[in-house]
């Protein structure tokens, strides 16, 4: 299983950016995507999840109305957009994939088998 996240860059406060996360070697069964981010000399927090069974989401309190995540099926790949961006939002994004999770382990990234390499998105104010 390999994921290759995309889409990182520079914007201004207020803008969007989106995000990609191609992902080969798995396309079905109880998997769960997840984008998580880290900010300089902070841990790594759950940022916004999807069950590819049924497409539920889920979202941390502090993104949730500005951020979507999705997943084209065809292209095997799942997306974070990005809108509203402050400051805050400034991080090395990660996309992973879990297998099996159920309810609060969405948010956990220890349950995470498979990880991608980081985008970095800079939010200037």
């Known amino acids: 299983v390999q994921l290759q996240a995309s889409g990182g860059g520079l914007v201004q406060a207020g803008n969007s950016l989106r995000l990609s996360c191609a992902i080969s070697?798995?396309?079905?069964?109880?998997?769960?995507s997840g984008w998580f981010r880290q900010a300089s000399g902070k841990e790594r927090e759950f940022v916004a999840g999807i069950r590819w069974s049924d497409s539920k989401q889920f979202y941390i309190d502090s993104v949730k109305g500005r951020f979507g995540i999705s997943r084209d099926e065809a292209k095997n790949t799942v997306y974070l957009q990005m809108n509203s961006l402050n400051p805050e939002d400034a991080a090395s994004y990660y996309c992973?994939?879990?297998?099996?999770?159920?309810?609060?382990?969405?948010?956990?990234?220890?349950?995470?088998?498979?990880w991608g390499q980081g985008t970095l998105v800079t939010v200037s104010s």
């Open positions: 070697g798995v396309t079905g069964g109880h998997v769960t």
């Open positions: 992973a994939l879990g297998l099996g999770l159920i309810g609060s382990s969405v948010r956990d990234r220890g349950r995470y088998e498979y």
